[in-house]
Nanobody
Framework: QVQLVESGGGLVQAGGSLRLSCAAS????????MGWFRQAPGKEREFVAF????????YYIDSVKGRFTISRDNAKNTVYLQMNPLKPEDTAVYYC??????????????????WGPGTQVTVSS
């Protein structure tokens, strides 16, 4: 029902910034909570950030808190992840995900219904 496509990844030096975008299809984008995950080489995919359907509540893992900002523009069917400043350990493929259900737990992959193909973020030291 929902298709997601990430963009905005690339190569940046440590201390720099990037803004990732995730464009969703359809007219029901505002009905989905949205999350960002990332997967570094040789590591498991991990939760990064979440934003609720209205954009009024967000949650971040400790390692990105104060550096990353998740936001959404429901009129544009798009969710964003502003990353500043970036660190080498942020290097990973970043995925956006959408959830229609409202389970208490939202930091695991199984809580989400739809996934984008990912976009590469590489941070050099």
């Amino acid at each position: 029902q929902v298709q997601l496509v990430e963009s905005g990844g690339g190569l940046v030096q440590a201390g720099g910034s990037l803004r990732l975008s995730c464009a969703a299809s359809g007219r029901t984008f505002s009905s989905y909570g949205m999350g960002w995950f990332r997967q570094a080489p040789g590591k498991e995919r991990e939760f990064v950030a979440f934003i609720n359907v209205s954009g009024g509540w967000t949650y971040y893992i400790d390692s990105v808190k104060g550096r990353f900002t998740i936001s959404r523009d429901n009129a544009k069917n798009t969710v964003y992840l502003q990353m500043n400043p970036l660190k080498p350990e942020d290097t990973a493929v970043y995925y956006c995900a959408a959830r229609s259900k409202t389970t208490v737990v939202f930091t695991v992959q199984s809580a989400y219904d739809y996934w984008g193909p990912g976009t590469q973020v590489t941070v050099s030291s």
